[in-house]
């Protein structure tokens, strides 16, 4: 069971920056596949970006490629997603989730923290 904490969110003006974390418990991430996602108001929930721990190959949506940034810290077990020319339509609550990298299904999912972007 992989528990997962994301912090970092909160209230920024369109153009600006945020930086998400998100705390796994898992010791060895070497087999996960750690993703972001995002559910806006009245919408259902879209992938951001992922990155395998193992290698650290990358994958964003199209509508954030260019603006967001997936990364990892292997010595804190952590991965951030780094917001950047944010924007109004940003606002959602973002999501960290994880998954074996065998596995077709996000099993394990963080509590969520909201991100909210004003014009």
């Known amino acids: 069971q992989v528990q997962l904490v994301e912090s970092g969110g909160g209230l920024v003006q369109a153009g600006g920056s945020l930086r998400l974390s998100c705390l796994a418990s898992e010791r060895t991430l070497s087999n996960y596949i750690m993703g972001w996602f995002r559910q806006a108001p009245g919408k259902e929930r ?33 991965v951030v997603l780094q917001m950047n020319s944010l924007k109004v339509e940003d606002t959602a609550v973002y999501y960290c989730a994880s998954r074996l990298t065998i596995s077709l299904n996000w099993d394990y999912w963080g509590q969520g923290t909201q991100v909210t972007v004003s014009s």
Do not use: C
């Open 46 to 78: 879209e992938f951001v970006a992922s990155i395998e721990w193992k290698n650290s190959i990358t994958y964003y949506s199209d509508a954030m490629k260019g603006r967001f940034t997936i990364s990892r810290d292997n010595a804190k077990n952590t």
